[in-house]
């Protein structure tokens, strides 16, 4: 197959974005395809659209291209008219398929795949309106609200709710503050004091337009795949210090995850059922994965979010999953492509 693998753009997760690509490229041209690294904001420029796909390909010359643009993407981010880079449309409409691996605004949020649904491309991971519910965290709180998904206790704020605190709505400290809709942890704080909150915010604020603030559960952390509506195992998530934040999400041995998880069966057969409840309730299709914690002094569990674009670098955790089940990450990233093309029967 002729696969574009849809990387980088514009949001905070841009560099984990091009690792994941360049682990996807590599994998699927093993697997035979002829599979191209393409930055979505900067564009093509190294051959004709035509014969992109044509003989042979240096994958990390690709990634080190694509990484000669990070400034240029900072200054021009918000000035540019157009989103998409050169050539990018004319090499997606050339491609079999494309397997997109952009991770938080401007990609995981249903914005590239509404507008592939109106040019006629076919693309991984599930579509525009529930891709968009999964990445705001406010629709996704309402969602599992509304299917009995158990999720902490919180509140959405705009700008102009700036400066409020948690007694403001009947919470207490400490809370847990997030950007709506950034991924990775990053711009997320937990406040134990009021100065904490308000810095939080401020940090949050200076990131999007609206934040969530919730009660901070403490416990232990999980997260199960869920591929073609079917739960994979359950992988616990034990940072060596502090929490499972953006650098210990990335940096190899900053945290233990293992898999199958070390927990009961009645506790693994509850997140997996809980998993596949999150995935249906925002209307999911191909394959997401979903986080939990499971609180201390009562078990109870709770599903935070839903991410519907899976980090694929070498400390990501649905290829942990997989190879439970002995699927390799090749072979993954093969599954993923088959199980998006159902929409498409």
């Not at 003989?55 to 000669?68: F, L, Q």
């Not at 927990?263 to 394959?287: C, D, F, M, P, R």
Request: hydrophobic share 40%; aromatic share 8%.
């Amino acid at each position: 197959m002729k696969i574009v693998v849809l990387a980088a753009g514009t949001s905070t997760e841009r560099a984990v974005s091009i690792v994941s690509g360049t682990g996807i490229c590599r994998a699927l041209r093993s697997l035979g395809h002829q599979a191209i690294l393409v930055d979505v904001f900067s564009g093509w420029a190294e051959a004709d659209p035509a014969t992109a796909f044509d003989g042979a390909y240096d994958v990390d010359r690709a990634a080190a291209y694509i990484h000669s643009f990070d400034e240029q993407v900072e200054k021009e981010k918000n000035t540019r008219r157009v989103f998409f880079g050169p050539e990018v449309i004319e090499l997606c409409s050339a491609a079999d398929i494309v397997f997109i691996t952009l991770h938080g605004t401007n990609g995981e949020d249903g914005r590239v795949q509404a507008a592939f649904d109106l040019l006629g491309i076919r693309y991984t991971g599930p579509g525009y309106i529930s891709s968009g519910i999964a990445m705001d965290k406010s629709f996704t709180k309402r969602a599992f609200q509304g299917a009995g998904v158990t999720t902490p206790r919180g509140v959405i704020l705009t700008r102009a709710d700036e400066g409020h605190l948690p007694q403001d709505y009947g919470m207490e400290l400490p809370v847990i503050i997030k950007p709506c809709c950034g991924g990775s942890s990053v711009g997320v704080t937990i406040c134990h004091t009021e100065d904490d909150v308000i810095r939080g915010e401020k940090l949050a604020f200076s990131l999007e337009k609206s934040l969530v603030m919730e009660e901070f559960v403490t416990g232990d952390e999980f997260t199960c795949a869920v591929i073609d509506g079917k739960p994979y195992p359950v992988v616990s998530i034990t940072p060596k210090s502090g929490y499972y934040d953006f650098s210990n999400k990335y940096k190899a041995g900053a945290t233990e995850e293992l898999c199958p998880a070390p927990i009961s069966a009645e506790l693994t057969a509850e997140i997996q059922n809980l998993a596949v409840k999150a995935y249906n309730a925002i209307g999911l299709e191909a394959y997401a994965r979903m986080d939990f914690l499971v609180r201390k002094e009562d078990g109870k569990v709770f599903c935070l979010e839903a991410n519907t674009l899976p980090g694929m670098t070498p400390t990501s955790l649905v290829p942990k999953e997989a190879a439970a089940v002995g699927i390799d990450y090749a072979h993954l990233c093969q599954l993923m492509i088959d199980v998006s093309m159902k929409k498409y029967a």
